[in-house]
């Protein structure tokens, strides 16, 4: 039908539409950030804040420090908005381990308002829904603040309130044991409440009023169903993964994940290797990050030079016996399944860089587009990712604090 000539014109034709139209998928991974408010509901900087050589407005090479976000690392992999854990872990619940928790959870926070003040011009301290939104047309990173573990609380309703007043936006309402809250997924003892105490239920109940979002990632399954029933606002999982792909107590099973759905609030996919993909048990890696994770267990409360000590030991684990990590894709599958069971509206991303997040390919904040190239490739919209990097948390949050707002009201 054509002449020699005429093919060779309408190929050539087409290799140069391609070259003015088709754009890579990094290219389009990088619109698509640039189109959309990203955010990463979970990492544990703020410890990183109180060592004072670490600059967080200065970009640091992950291969040299190990360190995983910093305010430019951030502008890098497209990621506008960051939730900054003050993580305080579980002690023996006496008054003198509470008030001390007390203490550094407040030192955490201070630190986060601090180097926002000093770098003002690249971040600030975000406080609700609309200020993320402004802070990305200015071009600066939106900083809000979690709670991770209500121990700090005690059994003291009104510190509640006294964190939100800090700036507070979720409490994960507990961490690796069982509190005065409510049963940890992973506390050796089992659990001791059959899900939230009574104070617990108290803390739901005034979370609510507050507009402060109940995080149910490191809760027990009893636990999580306790608050799923008795809040009356969606609740987030700020960095969890799907049982169904990876068995470990820290994920989100299938039948927990339709409750969520149900409840109108989102799962955020962590990236920290054991709930994306099962360890190797028998590696020497394993062996020696569960006796360091032993001893630290047992220290009990830590002076600043121990903890400084055990992060230095735990930077230098990574070092001597590096992990085999999971992938990209290995994570982007945790992502697929929980949109076949519940669909896309309710996923997003969380995950704990700076407390052992991480992928081979997605080290650290910098990296954050390689997850878009991934759901690029398996063919997600570019509406599905909006939703994923931000469209969904956003929504729940806005809808907390429209609850909050309306029972003052
Ligand atoms: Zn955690």
Not at 138 to 167: C, D, H, M, Q
Not at 187 to 202: N, T, V
Request: aromatic letters at 10%; charged letters at 30%; proline letters at 2%.
């Amino acid at each position: 039908m054509f002449g020699k000539s005429n093919k060779l014109l309408i190929v050539s034709m087409f290799l140069l539409f391609c070259f003015a139209s088709c754009k890579t998928q990094e290219e389009k991974a990088a619109e698509i950030h640039n189109h959309a408010f990203t955010i990463d509901t979970h990492v544990d900087t703020p410890y990183q804040l109180l060592n004072k050589d670490f600059n967080i407005s200065e970009y640091h090479a992950y291969k040299r420090g190990g360190s995983c976000v910093d305010f430019p690392r951030m502008k890098k992999g497209g990621l506008d908005g960051i939730f900054f854990a003050a993580f305080t872990s579980q002690r023996d619940r006496t008054a003198e381990n509470i008030q001390f928790a007390r203490e550094k959870a407040d030192e955490l926070i201070d630190s986060i308002y601090a180097a926002c003040d000093k770098y003002s011009e690249l971040a600030e301290v975000a406080l609700n829904v609309a200020d993320g939104y402004r802070l990305e047309k200015e071009a600066k990173r939106a900083i809000y603040i979690g709670l991770e573990n209500g121990f700090p609380i005690g059994t003291e309703i009104s510190e509640v309130e006294r964190y939100f007043k800090k700036g507070v936006r979720y409490i994960t309402l507990c961490h690796t044991s069982n509190n005065d809250i409510c049963d940890s997924s992973t506390d050796s003892h089992g659990a001791e409440f059959d899900g939230l105490s009574k104070f617990g239920e108290e803390v739901v109940k005034e979370m609510n009023r507050l507009g402060i979002l109940i995080d149910v990632s490191h809760i027990s399954d009893s636990s999580f169903y306790d608050v799923i029933k008795l809040s009356t606002s969606p609740v987030i999982a700020s960095h969890s993964c799907a049982r169904a792909i990876c068995d470990n107590p820290r994920n989100l099973s299938d039948e927990m994940l339709k409750a969520l759905a149900e409840n109108g609030g989102v799962i955020q996919m962590c990236i920290l290797d054991d709930y994306v993909k099962a360890p190797d048990k028998n590696s020497e890696r394993y062996k020696k990050e569960m006796e360091l994770r032993e001893r630290y267990r047992k220290m009990g409360k830590m002076t600043k030079e121990e903890e400084q000590k055990i992060w230095a030991e735990w930077k230098q684990l990574q070092i001597d016996y590096p992990k085999d990590k999971p992938t990209v894709a290995d994570a982007v599958d945790h992502i697929d399944h929980i949109i076949k069971v519940i669909g896309i509206d309710y996923v997003g991303i969380g995950t704990d860089f700076d407390g052992g997040g991480g992928l081979k390919d997605c080290a650290d904040v910098s990296q954050m587009m390689n997850i878009t190239i991934e759901l690029l490739k398996r063919g997600y919209s570019r509406e599905d990712i909006h939703k994923i990097w931000g469209g969904n948390f956003m929504r729940v949050f806005k809808q907390v604090e429209d609850l909050a707002e309306k029972a003052k009201a």
